[in-house]
């Protein structure tokens, strides 16, 4: 059973950083591509940052140079590494993985930013 508990959201000013974790379990880590979505009140859930299984990575217009994943396959691990945060950042982020062709999703953590 795949499993991914993310961590690390929280309440921060803006121009604040702040750094999301997601350890992964019951999947093939090292192989899967890794993702973060978020999903703000009233708006549907948006792709924020993918990296595959060889590091290479993708953005969403709106964090490029912003925010930065990273993973860690000796951990199970993937970040988001989030700096300069805006109000238009608050939302509940989640962390996603394709394993086999199955989508899966994490509980989500809140990130709000104040102005």
């Known amino acids: 059973q795949v499993q991914l508990v993310e961590s690390g959201g929280g309440l921060v000013q803006a121009g604040g950083s702040l750094r999301l974790s997601c350890v992964a379990s019951?999947?093939?880590?090292?192989?899967?591509?890794m993702a973060w979505y978020r999903q703000a009140p009233g708006k549907q859930r948006e792709l924020v940052a993918r990296i595959r299984s060889g590091g290479s990575a993708n953005y969403a217009d709106s964090v490029k140079g912003r925010f930065t994943i990273s993973r860690d396959n000796a951990k199970n691990t993937v970040y988001l590494q989030m700096h300069s945060l805006k109000p238009e950042d608050t939302a509940v982020y989640y962390c996603n993985t394709d394993d086999w062709g199955h989508d899966y999703w994490g509980q989500g953590t809140q990130v709000t930013v104040s102005s």
């Open positions: 019951g999947t093939a880590f090292s192989i899967n591509p």
